[in-house]
């Protein structure tokens, strides 16, 4: 059973210049969201878009009846649906992984989705969720067991914001960095950064195109890299001192500052990382 997606279809783009990250602002009176968190509705909810957990059963690889409950409530609240998290389509999304393989259009159309949110208001309900899916009453024992699937909701939730703030940033052409990336069918190795918010380290041997869009993207990481609770934690220096051979010394920086959330939050364990490690490239 399809437990993990491998990275997008690479197809054809060019490496333009980046400018910053540009997420929408959006405006009106909101859709309660995950207990009570307010999302801001979209306007296409007709829309196909694609789905999280779409290949897998969490029903026929839990260990308690609480946690396909826990899955069933996230997976159908709008709140969560809105904000349509690009580090879970990235972990576990069949109908992302199929769009991806259309080309840059139709890959562009969902991230403008992923984008076009709130990112403080979507950060809580990852965050959110991060912490309900840790309990007893919800999935606890699937996680302490390392269910891959509970795993792989986890990491998608804790990584929010360090895959949206990729995901979203442009370049001065107007293009998404990320849509470049994952449409560069001369360096596929472009695509593997995106992997590194959640706890996939670089392939080795691998050389990403030394483009602006690289260097930006990384230092977005490096700033999250510092806090322990994140898998960038285990996965940014790695890939930073690996982008310097390839694209020079000083290309991107090696070290991280250790953040003060560190001392407060749960350390990001080896083990889960290596559980999505070595099921997405299972199937690569």
Not at 24 to 31: I, K, L, V
Not at 53 to 66: G, K, L, P, R, Y
Not at 94 to 108: N, P, V, W
Request: hydrophobic share 35%.
């Amino acid at each position: 059973m399809t437990l993990l997606l491998p990275p997008p279809q690479v197809l054809a783009r060019n490496s333009p210049t980046p400018t910053s990250i540009s997420p929408s602002s959006a405006s009106g009176t909101g859709t309660a969201g995950v207990d009570g968190i307010t999302v801001q509705p979209s306007d296409d909810s007709n829309e196909a878009w694609p789905k999280l957990f779409d290949s897998t059963s969490i029903s026929a690889n839990s260990s308690s009846e609480s946690c396909p409950v826990f899955f069933n409530k996230f997976l159908a609240d709008k709140g969560f649906l809105d904000c349509l998290p690009l580090s879970g389509l990235l972990l576990n999304s069949l109908s992302y992984f199929d769009i991806t393989k259309k080309g840059t259009f139709a890959t562009t159309k969902v991230i403008d989705k992923t984008c076009n949110v709130s990112l403080a208001t979507c950060t809580a309900v990852m965050e959110k969720l991060g912490w309900q899916i840790r309990l007893d009453e919800n999935c606890g024992q699937d996680f302490r067991n390392q269910n891959p699937i509970v795993i792989q909701a986890y990491t998608g939730f804790i990584s929010y914001r360090a895959v949206y703030s990729a995901g979203c940033l442009k370049s001065a052409s107007g293009s998404y960095c990320y849509v470049d990336a994952i449409t560069n069918v001369s360096s596929p190795s472009d695509s593997y950064v995106y992997y590194l918010p959640l706890g996939i380290k670089f392939p080795g041997g691998s050389r990403p195109t030394c483009s602006s869009c690289l260097s930006q993207t990384m230092a977005i990481f490096a700033s999250a890299a510092g806090n322990s609770s994140q898998p960038l934690s285990g996965t940014y220096v790695p890939a930073a001192e690996q982008i310097n051979l390839g694209c020079g010394p000083n290309f991107v920086n090696t070290t991280v500052e250790q953040s003060d959330a560190s001392a407060s939050s749960p350390r990001f364990t080896i083990v889960a990382a290596t559980t999505v490690l070595s099921i997405l490239f299972a199937l690569m």
